[in-house]
């Protein structure tokens, strides 16, 4: 039975929703349902707004087709499971509370993510181990540094601080 008027921030959360425009415009009518996604018609003129998550899946899978083969002579190719690794990251991500990272692809083959603002600046990596390490610093405080960290656990809470006390 299809439902509408769902309070989907609720409901979902890690990951993203993606709309389709139904053909005929309408509500936000739930069409299907799997324990994984949930479809619905939107109407054809219905302005959406980027989803952050979708944009740094987009972004490293980017990064992963720019560099499946090598081009810089004695460089290193990030393993898929380090890009996998980075995906994984950006689900524990509170996007609501921190600004997307900066995403790039280090000669050494690490996938990067980088934040930086006046005061702060964080670096993060993913080298395919299923953990990441990260140096972050702020004006005023001391540097905090992370090695070995599982994928799962995501990015200290007093990280996400330096970056969102701005």
């Known amino acids: 039975m299809p439902q509408t008027n769902i309070d989907f921030r609720n409901i979902l959360s890690s990951g993203y929703v993606t709309f389709d425009p139904g053909p005929t415009g309408g509500g936000l009518l739930i069409v299907d349902q799997t324990p994984y996604a949930i479809y619905v018609s939107v109407p054809t003129n219905y302005a959406l707004a980027q989803s952050p998550t979708k944009e740094l899946f987009d972004r490293l899978g980017e990064l ?95 990280v996400v601080d330096f970056a969102t006390a701005v």
């Open 64 to 158: 992963k087709r720019k560099y499946s083969t090598a081009s810089i002579p004695q460089s290193t190719l990030p393993s898929e499971v380090a890009f996998q690794n980075a995906q994984d990251f950006v689900l524990t991500l509170p996007l609501n509370r921190i600004l997307k990272p900066t995403i790039h692809v280090a000669s050494d083959g690490e996938v990067n993510f980088q934040w930086s603002g006046s005061d702060f600046q964080i670096d993060l990596g993913f080298y395919g181990n299923d953990k990441f390490s990260f140096y972050a610093e702020k004006k005023g405080c001391d540097p905090i540094l992370g090695d070995e960290v599982p994928v799962k656990d995501g990015i200290p809470k007093n």
